[in-house]
T-cell receptor, first 113, second 114 residues
Framework: AQSVSQHNHHVILSEAASLELGCNYSYGGTVNLFWYVQYPGQHLQLLLKYFSGDPLVKGIKGFEAEFIKSKFSFNLRKPSVQWSDTAEYFCAVRGGGADGLTFGKGTHLIIQP | DAGVIQSPRHEVTEMGQEVTLRCKPISGHNSLFWYRQTMMRGLELLIYFNNNVPIDDSGMPEDRFSAKMPNASFSTLKIQPSEPRDSAVYFC????????????FGQGTRLTVV
């Protein structure tokens, strides 16, 4: 079975600080990896995804993530955060076969102006 | 397309009552997921359908929960009888294909059982 671990449950940063949110997954085969964002009171929206090819993927709003296969990691980064980035961030993995889309527990990011 | 549509948006019910949550996936999508979100446990996958067939229901908490997908454009999640610990936000999501596509989420149903 696949699983996802997000290291930080709560992160507080000041505006313009750099961000890195950790994500590790567990699955033996080919996986597809996702980061979703949930703004307060809203549904989940896709930030970026990795299927194959270049392990450094760029998403919306200046976010990027790097897939490191040897470390089973898919960390999310942003060089300079804004107050509007305050949200919950979820890493997700989808393996092959009968596996659905499995989410980590999420990281609550608060950006202080 | 209007996206994934869930109804109702909010539901308040008394313990012991039956609750039915509804989901209309994006047209053409063949995978549908039901998730439950709580502060304590985060986002849990309850059940996953592919081509209207339940593929994995191992996340369904107990027999009080049941889900159906009678056709490609409609799914229900039923709780009978409901309990206060079922209070959560329930999300439905859909995707096309299997591996390399993202899921699109509905706005969710906030369920409160009193």
């Amino acid at each position: 079975a696949q699983s996802v671990s997000q290291h930080n449950h709560h992160v507080i940063l000041s505006e313009a600080a750099s961000l890195e949110l950790g994500c590790n997954y567990s699955y033996g085969g080919t996986v597809n990896l996702f980061w979703y964002v949930q703004y307060p009171g809203q549904h989940l929206q896709l930030l970026l995804k990795y299927f194959s090819g270049d392990p450094l993927v760029k998403g919306i709003k200046g976010f990027e993530a790097e897939f490191i296969k040897s470390k089973f990691s898919f960390n999310l980064r942003k060089p300079s955060v804004q107050w509007s980035d305050t949200a919950e961030y979820f890493c997700a993995v989808r393996g092959g076969g009968a596996d659905g889309l499995t989410f980590g527990k999420g990281t609550h990011l608060i950006i202080q102006p | 397309d209007a996206g994934v549509i869930q109804s109702p948006r909010h539901e308040v019910t008394e313990m012991g009552q039956e609750v039915t949550l509804r989901c209309k996936p994006i047209s053409g999508h063949n995978s549908l997921f039901w998730y439950r979100q709580t502060m304590m446990r985060g986002l849990e996958l309850l059940i996953y359908f592919n081509n209207n067939v339940p593929i994995d229901d191992s996340g369904m908490p107990e027999d009080r929960f049941s889900a159906k997908m009678p056709n490609a454009s409609f799914s229900t999640l039923k709780i009978q009888p409901s309990e206060p610990r079922d209070s959560a936000v329930y999300f439905c999501a859909s995707s096309f294909g299997e591996l390399n596509t993202e899921a699109f989420f509905g706005q969710g149903t906030r369920l409160t059982v009193v």
